[in-house]
Every structure is written in structure tokens, then in C-alpha cells.
């Protein structure tokens, strides 16, 4: 191909699956549903200025024909996190279901979307569903990878579904490499002072959004008592703040919080789960991890900046919800070689006649 074949992003957000698309295609429009309320619409502009962006009405028939599709609709109806409607009749399923019938109205060559692991464990009527009444002319295939695999300080499994009008696309495995950890990532970063503002030159370079929320006194003196691996969960009752002691009282139990306890993470270790809530402690300052430290734990080069129109809880959250940049030039990769040599390897996906499953390829490679 003499030019960059064309991509539409659909429920991107912010932008960092766009990072790696945008290697390999050339992205002519964005399109963002307007429930979101413009989440992540100031941050992608800002990365994207020459993208057309589209929240109310999606001119649809303007971009008939581009190769690519992609996005990374809200992943919350098969997720762990979703304690009141988590599964097939989740309100949150209709955000894939709006990405493959918007794909297929496009024309798209190929269409994909990522997910959590709950798509493919628990998922698997809807793919059925998807499978015959909205991409029948598709050949579609589904598969699991780690940010791990990809050069990603962070332990991220996540499910890719992939469809194609050609042929079952055949994803290949990452060659095995070192997993990064986090002080691979961002002990350069420790002497630069946090809050200094959306840009601040250092040396010849300039950073951007190495910034925090500023917590109480009474966290502080908590998070100083931490261990790298602990959470406030583990903390002796004298080095809890009083509120924290009350509730442990209360709750007659030692662990007062669940998934979201603020935790000090490990230095030799990689990340967990970027998440969009703000409970990661730095593993040696006594602070949380600020947005740009977040952000490279996404693989997302320093280049890539957070709107300062948003606010810090805002731009946590778009930190999270997303893919990590590497994964998306993974993707992006293995898409445009499919579109030039045409490559299939077929494993069939239970009694789905359209569907391929290349998870069980990647077992070994999934954490």
C-alpha cells in the first residue's frame, strides 16, 4: 500500500488505543457517544488536532469504506468491579453492540474491540448473538494477551474480538521478552517535583502532567507506616487516622476496604490493573503515583498530554479506561499485515460457525 490505509475509532475516549493505531492507519474520524457526556474528548483532541471528532451525530455514510473500525467500548458489563448487573443483561453491553453495528454500517474491512476477561468467559452468548444477527458476513475471532507480552510495566490481561470481511485473522504471539517493571518505568521521575503545573521543562525535555491530587495530613501519616505491597488493610491499629480506626471498630474486622484499600505498590515488580480511581501509593515518596507516572505505566510516550482542562480525578479516570498504547500498536500491527498478506489459522470457537478462538493459543502467555 502507497498510503496508510484509514481508520474510525468509536468509543476511544482519551485516546491511547489511537496511539498504536494510529502507526499503521491513517484515522479520519472519531466518533464518541454522547452518553459519555465528552469524556476524553479534550484529551483526544488535544493528542489528535487534525482528527474530526463527533459526539451528537455520527456522519456515518462520510466514512463508508475505511479499513479499520476500532475501539474500546465500556468494558463494566462483564467485569469484576460491576457488583449490581455484571453479565449478559448489563445496561453496559450496548456500547459493543453500538461499535459492530456502527462497523458494519461503515463498511469496515475489519472490526475490533477490546474487552475484559469476562467477555470471553461469560460472554459468550453475546459474541453468538453478534456473531449471526449483526456480523454474519464477518469472520470473527477472539482472543486474550497481557500488557505484559507487549513491553507494558503493568499485569493487564485483556480479550481482543476481531472480525473481518476477508478471512479469520490470525494473531501472532509475542516473542517472549523481559516483563518491564515498574522502577523500569518511573525512578526518573522521582527528584522531579509533582504540582508544578501541566508542563514543566526538565533538562532538554519537557513533562507534562506530573501531578496529584492533594490528599489530607491524616493519609499521609497513614501511607508513611506502608511497606511496598501493603495496603491500609495491613496497618496496625496505632498508625491508623482516627476515622479509619473507628470504622475498623465498626466493621469489626481488620480489613476495612476491599478492592480499592490505597496500596503501596512494589518497585521490582510490575504494576497492577491501571485503574480510574486514585489508590496506588509511589513505592518510596510518600505520595500517590502522579497522572505522567500512571500514563507511562500505559505504555503512552511522554509526548501524550492530559487535558489541563480537566480536572485530576478526571484525568485518572481517563488514564484507566483504556488500552496501554503498546497493546494498540500490537494490534494496529497484526491488522495492517492481515490487510497486505492475507494470513488464517483456524480453531473453532465451540458450535459458533463464524468464530475463531485463539485464546487457547495464548494461555500460557495470559496472567
Not at 503501596?264 to 480511581?277: E, F, G, Q, S
Not at 507516572?293 to 483504556?322: C, H, W, Y
Not at 459458533?352 to 478462538?357: A, F, G, Q, S
Amino acid at each position: 500500500m502507497d498510503t496508510k490505509p484509514t481508520a474510525v475509532g468509536i468509543s476511544v475516549f482519551s485516546g491511547h488505543f489511537s496511539v498504536g493505531i494510529n502507526k499503521y492507519f491513517d484515522i479520519i474520524a472519531h466518533f464518541e457517544n454522547p452518553d459519555f457526556k465528552n469524556f476524553g474528548v479534550d484529551t483526544f483532541k488535544l493528542n489528535f488536532p487534525n482528527v474530526p471528532v463527533y459526539v451528537d451525530k455520527w456522519p456515518v455514510n462520510n466514512y463508508k469504506g475505511c479499513d479499520i473500525c476500532y475501539g474500546n467500548p465500556p468494558c463494566f458489563g462483564f467485569s469484576i468491579l460491576n457488583t449490581y448487573d455484571r453479565g449478559l443483561d448489563s445496561k453496559w453491553n450496548k456500547y459493543i453492540y453500538e461499535l459492530c453495528e456502527t462497523g458494519k454500517k461503515l463498511n469496515a474491512k475489519i472490526i475490533v474491540l477490546e474487552s475484559v476477561q469476562g467477555l470471553y468467559k461469560k460472554g459468550q452468548e453475546l459474541i453468538l448473538d453478534i456473531s449471526k444477527n449483526i456480523l454474519s458476513d464477518y469472520k470473527i475471532n477472539i482472543f486474550l494477551t497481557n500488557a505484559l507480552n507487549h513491553g507494558v510495566a503493568q499485569n493487564r490481561p485483556r480479550v481482543f474480538f476481531a472480525a473481518s470481511k476477508k478471512d479469520y485473522i490470525k494473531f501472532d504471539i509475542p516473542k517472549q521478552q523481559k516483563a518491564l517493571v515498574l522502577q523500569d518505568i518511573i525512578s526518573d521521575l522521582e527528584k522531579i517535583p509533582v504540582n508544578k503545573g501541566f508542563k514543566q521543562k526538565v533538562g532538554k525535555k519537557f513533562i507534562y502532567n506530573h501531578e496529584i491530587e492533594i490528599r489530607k495530613t491524616s493519609m499521609l501519616n497513614m501511607w508513611k507506616h506502608l511497606k511496598q505491597g501493603e495496603s491500609i488493610n495491613d496497618l496496625e491499629d496505632q498508625h491508623l487516622s482516627d476515622y479509619f480506626l473507628n470504622k475498623r471498630i465498626e466493621k469489626k474486622r481488620k480489613k476495612i476496604f476491599g478492592f480499592y484499600a490505597d496500596t503501596k505498590l512494589r518497585y521490582n515488580k510490575p504494576c497492577p490493573v491501571i485503574l480510574t480511581a486514585d489508590k496506588y501509593i509511589h513505592p518510596i515518596l510518600n505520595r500517590q503515583l502522579s497522572i505522567r507516572e500512571r500514563a507511562r505505566a500505559m505504555s503512552l510516550p511522554d509526548n501524550f498530554k492530559f487535558s489541563p482542562t480537566i480536572n485530576i480525578d478526571k484525568q485518572m479516570a481517563e488514564v484507566g479506561k483504556a488500552i496501554p498504547a503498546n497493546v494498540g500498536t500490537y494490534v494496529a500491527e497484526q491488522c495492517y499485515d492481515f490487510l497486505i498478506n492475507q494470513n488464517k489459522e483456524i480453531i473453532l470457537f465451540d458450535d459458533i460457525p463464524n468464530v475463531t478462538d485463539y485464546t487457547k493459543n495464548w494461555r500460557k502467555n495470559a496472567i
